[in-house]
């Protein structure tokens, strides 16, 4: 499994990282929605993305449109990671395609919790 | 324009919840009086703009800038941190704790990218400090302020 991550800030990438990668999981990371994008243009084929709302050159919520308005990505997981939580933005961002939402500061059961709800953990959790 | 504001408790709360999820540290945040003039502090800011203006600032000495961005950098005790990893945690640091503060504030509203700055900064002076909390982590003083537009 792999994760790709988008967050301006390296200290919270790292921190999803740490979690994600306690999984057994791979990870890719972008500074933006924009860079985000041309990975996946790249070739990139993550089952997951984690996504910041607020951040430079493209937001999270821009992102979450363009790779839903594609077809060859629609088997890629979006969870939106963020400290929007007003309910107006989780609606936005849930009818734009993002499957989760976990509002910062999160613990780590927090994000694996929600990777079991979206089925994310079924060959993954350790014996 | 609103001047609500949330209290010195919601400050303390969102803060201490922000700390042990994310620096990961067994020491505790604790209550403490302003810092001493002397001491050189980190600061960082975002603004809110909408229904509810305001901007929270957090402020720390370099000994809790350096302990934060090891833990939230996973950092080694032994690692120091340079300044762009600082810069990177304080600014998450205040983003994460300004968030939350807009989401106790009247919406909708946005939230701007995080400013740092290794000193004080000037405040804006159309704005006026409607809470405070004092802390200490560690021995070095945190401060965390939210400022609020002069009502009209």
């Not at chain 2, 929270?56 to 300044?83: C, I, K, N, Y």
Request: hydrophobic letters at 45%; glycine letters at 8%.
């Amino acid at each position: 499994m792999q994760a790709l991550i988008i967050d301006d800030s390296r200290a919270m990438r790292s921190i999803l990282r740490r979690i994600v990668t306690g999984l057994g999981w791979t990870t890719a990371e972008a500074g933006d929605g924009q860079e985000a994008l041309d990975l996946l243009e790249g070739g990139l084929v993550p089952d997951l993305c984690l996504i910041d709302w607020n951040m430079p050159v493209m937001d999270g919520y821009t992102f979450v449109q363009r790779v839903r308005a594609e077809q060859r990505w629609r088997d890629v997981t979006l969870m939106m990671v963020t400290t929007e939580s007003e309910h107006g933005q989780i609606v936005r961002a849930l009818a734009a395609g993002a499957h989760e939402y976990v509002i910062k500061p999160f613990t780590a059961e927090a994000i694996v919790e929600k990777l079991g709800l979206l089925g994310l953990l079924d060959q993954e959790v350790p014996a | 324009m609103s001047t609500l504001a949330p209290s010195a408790l919601d400050l303390e709360a969102l803060v201490t919840d922000m700390w042990a999820s994310f620096v990961g540290s067994p020491e505790l945040l604790l209550p403490a009086g302003p810092p001493a003039d002397d001491v050189a502090l980190w600061s960082a800011t975002v603004t809110v703009t909408g229904e509810w203006r305001g901007m929270v600032s957090v402020d720390l000495a370099e000994a809790a800038v350096l302990g934060v961005t090891r833990g939230m950098l996973g950092f080694g005790e032994d690692e120091e941190p340079d300044a762009a990893s600082c810069t990177d945690a304080v600014g998450e640091l205040v983003n994460v704790v300004g968030g939350n503060v807009k989401s106790l504030m009247p919406g909708p509203s946005s939230l701007s990218l995080p400013v740092v700055s290794r000193g004080a900064v000037e405040l804006p002076s159309e704005m006026t400090e409607a809470s405070v909390l004092h802390l200490d982590w560690c021995g070095a003083p945190v401060r965390v302020r939210v400022l609020t537009a002069h009502s009209s």
